[in-house]
């Protein structure tokens, strides 16, 4: 029974750091199938990281905080729409950029403000999300097996949990069952094809990047409402590098999108549970490794086991009429 | 669609005007220094093809790209159905019934047909409704037409002849009149281009115009009604098809007499250079392309390989001059072997005196990145006459590219342009001159004129019978069948990996043909 709530609790956790993997990766699915490669999905993830945790903070509403959490991403998005779209940048370059601009200003801004060192004050009560209890959590959770199942493993969590893991299905539903889902393919794939037809290639894609915007918009929240209670310097730790790894794992597929970073989420979950403690046989395994363990296992698996991931096939090239 | 022209308005001057599809009124467009069109009209009557004649770089694709949209004349009117019309982008032009059928496919690979005939012209934010609309109207043009495809197929899994039939229901699925086909038959195989004019044929006696935009003669005497000539961004003539021919046309297109056929001696073979025997090539996915082929190449004759792309020709090119890995079989090169199973070197081979001009200069031939004079010593750079020590000798470089520019005519005549920036036929010509000018004992030659203008072909063409009267052995691969005739003294043809068949030059087309669809073949073996 012990072993069991071990599980139980892995299982919570996983779930607590798959969250802005997801968000993030689902963002990265939605530019990258437009033919824009994303890497700066770290750096929007952290922009509005800070931005929810410092306006939050001044505002005492959470629910102001995730939008301008979501404003902030948007900008940035659009940033490298503007880098990549229109002035036909590189898209990594770009990316990178944003990435580097945001770590340094968001400590400088963070310290200028709060002089926190960085941080954003600590959050509580209406300033921060709270986990949703489902009806009867309590009652029911000396049942056995089911109970600890229903209320700790699906009940109290955020909002914000329960809408990553619905924005699967809906990314879904948008990319192949609506008419922009259609385009925004098409466009990834062949842009020449979408600007014979008449569809304009350029707000295409940026509507694509402003979808990224919103999804990091909500990552970010996540980390500094929701799984901290406040924005600590670097947050993000990467995880917008893992989100990709997720992406081309799960080769740009949204539901394969979910299980890679429930995988991912799992290894962290399962790091961060090992840490100090030896396993049998093999004893204590450095930490690194474990957080390695995704990257190591992409690599992996991409090279043998899972067959080819074929990205989008016009991702990263800026299109440019003939001549 | 009912032809409306007998039955039209009958009120005086407008008669004339109602049979008029499209006209074009002082389209003129530059593009930076190029003035890529001059002053260009044209009067396209309905329910005709009307073909578009000129060279590479005559203006064609810019003239027809204004047409759609594309691009935006700096002036001049455009005319459709007697209105004077503005199109600032395709979606303008599919409003005025103008649809484009490009000469590279704009067709997403990795979706199905349905979609990509819908892409754009979907009418709800939601698919479901839109594909079920889809699907029947796809098949009502699909019966009037006779273009039957597969709906649920990926583009991806269609051979190309298909893949260019979605194009073209792509149009009509947006009510298209006007159907623009830029370079159609580039990419067909003759079978396949026959087909496309039969299609084409039925289009026209449904009524809808066809513009046919080509610099194949054959093609346009072949199917059009009448023929505009452009040379140089200028329109120089339109003419009645039935009243012109082959040779004026091509004057026309290149502003001097040119010749069609080539002029050849009799073949003196000597001794064998290259010997085939049982070559067996696999592709990548273990699919076998060259099947136990053997011949035997001589000196002083020219050995054409005839066949429609993809029947292995390119794998035994690639197999003989050290690119690919053939599985079993020898090859002999002045009697001695190459190792054709193992590690066959392509320096090695030249150093021996086998030349290769590749089939896709663009990506095997050149580096388009360089200039003219870096490709023009590529694969010989470690030559000493190039060489400084270990640096490169530039002005040796500069002025060997500079001979070979004199006498390939390659224009402009600068060395230091990069490569991209010449036509395709005189980057060929720079792939000709540096494989030709070292006088290989074995010339190696896949589709020497492919995407190359008139003039450069009659040059070409020249060129590879002077090399086998200078005693050179020349093996030639082309899915031009023309080609084939006019250039070999011997002719094999191959189909699905196998050699099934040897003729003489003066065999008839059709005989070819059969042979290059693998009918007569059958039969010769089963013998």
Same mark, same amino acid.
């Given at each position: 029974m012990d072993l069991f709530h071990t599980i139980i609790a892995l299982l919570e956790s996983t779930i607590r750091v798959s969250v802005p993997l997801i968000f993030a990766a689902l963002a990265g699915l939605f530019t990258e199938r437009a033919g824009v490669f994303d890497i700066g999905l770290e750096g929007k993830m952290l922009g509005a990281a800070f931005a929810a945790g410092a306006v939050a903070a001044v505002s005492g509403s959470v629910i102001i905080g995730l939008l301008c959490a979501i404003l902030i991403s948007v900008l940035l998005a659009l940033v490298h729409g503007y880098a990549s779209?229109?002035?036909?940048?590189?898209q990594i370059v770009s990316g990178v950029a944003i990435n580097f601009v945001v770590a340094g200003s968001t400590v400088i801004l963070g310290e200028a403000w709060f002089r926190q060192g960085g941080r954003t004050p600590a959050l509580a009560g209406d300033a921060r999300f709270q986990t949703i209890t489902f009806p009867f959590a309590d009652a029911v959770?000396?049942?056995?097996?089911l109970g600890p199942i229903y209320s700790n493993l699906l009940s109290g969590h955020f909002a914000l949990t329960y809408l990553a893991f619905a924005m699967v299905p809906i990314s879904w539903w948008i990319l192949y069952r609506t008419r922009f889902g259609l385009r925004l393919r098409a466009v990834g794939e062949n842009p020449g094809a979408v600007d014979t037809a008449g569809i304009s290639v350029i707000w295409l894609r940026y509507r694509a990047v402003i979808c990224a915007g919103i999804l990091c918009g909500f990552a970010g929240a996540y980390l500094s409402?929701?799984?901290?209670?406040g924005f600590v310097k670097g947050?993000?730790?990467?995880k917008g590098y893992i989100a990709l790894a997720a992406l081309i794992f799960a080769k740009w597929r949204p539901f394969n999108i979910m299980l890679a970073c429930l995988l991912f989420g799992f290894l962290d979950a399962l790091a961060i549970r090992l840490q100090g403690n030896p396993l049998p046989l093999i004893g204590q395994v450095p930490v690194q490794l474990m957080q390695a363990l995704p990257y190591i296992l992409t690599v992996v698996l991409l090279a043998g086991f899972i067959g080819k991931a074929i990205p989008?096939?016009?991702?990263g090239i800026p299109y440019v009429k003939e001549r | 669609m009912v032809n409306t022209d007998e039955t039209? +308005?009958?009120?005086?001057?407008w008669v004339n005007m109602s049979d008029i599809a499209i006209e074009l009124r002082g389209i003129d467009k530059s593009f930076g220094l190029v003035h890529?069109?001059?002053n260009i009209n044209l009067t396209v009557r309905k329910g005709t093809i009307h073909g578009i004649i000129g060279e590479n770089g005559a203006g064609k694709s810019t003239l027809m790209s204004i047409l759609y949209g594309f691009y935006q004349a700096d002036s001049g009117d455009i005319v459709v159905d007697g209105n004077v019309v503005t199109i600032k982008d395709p979606n303008a032009a599919i409003a005025h019934g103008i649809g484009m059928v490009h000469q590279h496919f704009?067709?997403?690979?990795?979706? =199905?047909v349905l979609e990509n005939v819908m892409l754009g012209a979907e !009418?709800?934010?939601?698919?479901n409704t839109s594909i079920s609309k889809a699907r029947v109207e796809l098949k009502r043009l699909e019966k009037e037409y006779a273009?039957?495809?597969?709906? !649920?197929?990926l583009i991806e899994e269609l051979p190309v002849g298909l893949q260019q039939r979605v194009e073209i229901l792509k149009a009509l699925y947006r009510k298209a009149d006007i159907l623009i086909l830029d370079?159609? =038959?580039?990419?067909?195989?003759p079978a396949e281009a026959d087909h496309l004019f039969r299609i084409l044929g039925q289009l026209k006696d449904q009524g809808k115009t066809i513009i046919f935009i080509t610099h194949k003669l054959r093609e346009i005497m072949a199917i059009t009604d009448e023929v505009s000539v452009m040379r140089r961004g200028e329109m120089v003539a339109t003419r009645k098809t039935n009243e012109t021919s082959v040779e004026e046309l091509a004057e026309l297109m290149v502003g001097r007499r040119v010749l069609l056929r080539v002029d050849k001696g009799e073949a003196n073979p000597g001794d064998v250079k290259l010997s085939v025997e049982n070559l067996t090539v696999r592709d990548g996915r273990g699919v =076998?392309? %060259? !099947?136990?082929v053997s011949f035997n190449l001589r000196a002083g004759e020219i050995l054409g390989i005839a066949g429609v792309?993809?029947?292995?020709q390119s794998e035994l090119l690639e197999a003989i001059s050290g690119i690919r890995k053939a599985v079993s079989g020898s090859v002999l090169l002045n009697g001695k072997p190459i190792d054709v199973t193992g590690h066959a070197d392509p320096r090695d081979l030249r150093d021996r005196g086998l030349a290769h001009v590749p089939e896709d200069r663009h990506h095997v031939?050149? %580096?388009? *990145?360089?200039e003219e004079a870096e490709n023009g010593i590529l694969?010989?750079?470690?030559d000493k006459r190039y060489l400084n020590g270990v640096f490169l000798n530039t002005k040796a470089i500069q002025a060997d590219a500079e001979e070979k520019i004199k006498k390939y005519d390659i224009?402009? +005549?600068?060395?230091?342009? *990069?490569?991209?920036?010449?036509s395709g036929g005189n980057q060929q010509k720079i792939v000709l001159a540096r494989e030709m000018e070292r006088g290989p004992d074995v010339l190696i030659i896949g589709? +020497?004129?492919?995407? %190359? !203008?008139v003039g450069a072909i009659e040059f070409i063409h020249k060129r590879i019978i002077e090399m086998r009267d200078q005693g050179k052995a020349v093996l030639l691969v082309s899915v031009e069948l023309d080609e084939i005739r006019a250039l070999s003294d011997r002719i094999i043809v191959m189909f699905a990996g196998r050699v099934v068949g040897e003729r003489d030059p003066d065999a008839t087309e059709g005989e070819l043909g059969l042979l290059m669809a693998g009918v007569e073949g059958r039969k010769e073996a089963a013998e």
């Open positions: 779209i229109t002035q036909r940048g590189s959770k000396d049942v056995p097996i409402l929701a799984m901290n209670a947050m993000t730790a990467g989008p096939k016009a991702g | 039209g +308005p009958t009120w005086g001057t890529a069109n001059r704009m067709l997403v690979e990795n979706f =199905t !009418d709800s934010q939601i698919l273009l039957e495809v597969n709906p !649920d197929a370079e159609p =038959t580039g990419v067909l195989t =076998t392309m %060259v !099947d136990n792309a993809g029947n292995g031939g050149l %580096v388009l *990145k360089f694969g010989y750079h470690h224009r402009p +005549p600068n060395p230091r342009l *990069k490569t991209a920036n010449f589709q +020497p004129t492919r995407g %190359v !203008d």
